[in-house]
């Protein structure tokens, strides 16, 4: 089995090198896991009513973003 090592960026900044298949796979992992819990956390903080605005309409929506 032949290595090439790969250098994972996010925003222009190495975050991780991936230097075999075990490495990607955890790579992966790692993010899906991070992804899940922001969905968590989102979905949480949706049920808890903890956001600073609510829209009865997208108009409504566009009206409030316009005005920023």
């Known amino acids: 089995m032949s290595t090439l090592t790969v250098t ?3 925003n222009n900044e190495p975050v991780y090198s ?3 298949e075990h490495d990607y796979r955890h790579f992966r992992e790692l993010e ?3 992804k899940e819990l922001r969905n ?3 979905r949480r903080q949706t049920l808890n009513g903890e956001y600073t ?6 108009d409504d929506m566009d009206e409030y973003f316009d005005a920023l």
């Open 8 to 10: 994972v960026l996010r």
């Open 18 to 20: 991936i230097i075999n």
């Open 32 to 34: 899906d896991e991070a």
């Open 40 to 42: 968590a956390d989102a």
């Open 53 to 58: 605005h609510s829209f009865k309409s997208v």
